[in-house]
T-cell receptor, first 112, second 117 residues
Framework: AQSVSQHNHHVILSEAASLELGCNYS??????LFWYVQYPGQHLQLLLK??????LVKGIKGFEAEFIKSKFSFNLRKPSVQWSDTAEYFC??????????FGDGTTLTVKP | EAQVTQNPRYLITVTGKKLTVTCSQN?????MSWYRQDPGLGLRQIYY???????DKGDVPEGYKVSRKEKRNFPLILESPSPNQTSLYFC????????????????FGPGTRLTVL
């Protein structure tokens, strides 16, 4: 069975601080990994994804994530957060056969 | 405009009264899926469909039914809703499942907030 664990449920940062959100997964097959973001009052949208190749992937709005196979991790990073990054962030694993598993989510609050 | 639409967006109903939440996509996507979002639990997959007439259970299928008779539509049916099904529901679709990064990204609908009294 596949599972996703996000380490932090709520993170509070000041603007310009660096961000790292942890994500660990458990899955026996080929992994397809995603980070989605949900801004207040909006629906989920893709931030970035990893399927194969370079383990460091870059997404929108300056976000990046690193896939470390040996640690079963896919942590999200941003060097300098902005107030507009306040949102809920979800790590997800998707199997080729269709089943999709999301983490519990991390709420990020950025103080101006 | 490419999009996933859900109706209704908000629904308050009573225990036991059958309801259907519709989901439609205009992107010719093969893969569609339903999730529920609850505080502290993230998104949990209810059912998914790899293509027309092909559906499978996700992690929390109990109390729900789905059908996929047409490619664009994937309705979620609650035959006898109960208060523990009060939640925010999202429909999502992707071009295909297992086809790689250009086809596996899911596009989400705006959500349906359901309250069962």
């Amino acid at each position: 069975a596949q599972s996703v664990s996000q380490h932090n449920h709520h993170v509070i940062l000041s603007e310009a601080a660096s961000l790292e959100l942890g994500c660990n997964y458990s899955y026996g097959g080929t992994v397809n990994l995603f980070w989605y973001v949900q801004y207040p009052g909006q629906h989920l949208q893709l931030l970035l994804k990893y399927f194969s190749g370079d383990p460091l992937v870059k997404g929108i709005k300056g976000f990046e994530a690193e896939f470390i196979k040996s640690k079963f991790s896919f942590n999200l990073r941003k060097p300098s957060v902005q107030w507009s990054d306040t949102a809920e962030y979800f790590c997800a694993v998707k199997a080729n056969a269709g089943k999709s598993t999301f983490g519990d989510g991390t709420t990020l609050t950025v103080k101006p | 405009e490419a999009q996933v639409t859900q109706n209704p967006r908000y629904l308050i109903t009573v225990t036991g009264k059958k309801l259907t939440v519709t989901c439609s996509q205009n992107m010719n996507h093969e893969y569609m899926s339903w999730y529920r979002q609850d505080p502290g639990l993230g998104l949990r997959q209810i059912y998914y469909s790899m293509n027309v007439e092909v559906t499978d259970k996700g992690d929390v299928p109990e109390g729900y039914k789905v059908s996929r008779k047409e490619k664009r539509n994937f309705p979620l049916i609650l035959e006898s809703p109960s208060p523990n099904q009060t939640s925010l529901y999202f429909c999502a679709s992707s071009y295909r499942s297992g086809g790689g990064p250009s086809t596996d990204t899911q596009y989400f609908g705006p959500g349906t907030r359901l309250t069962v009294l």
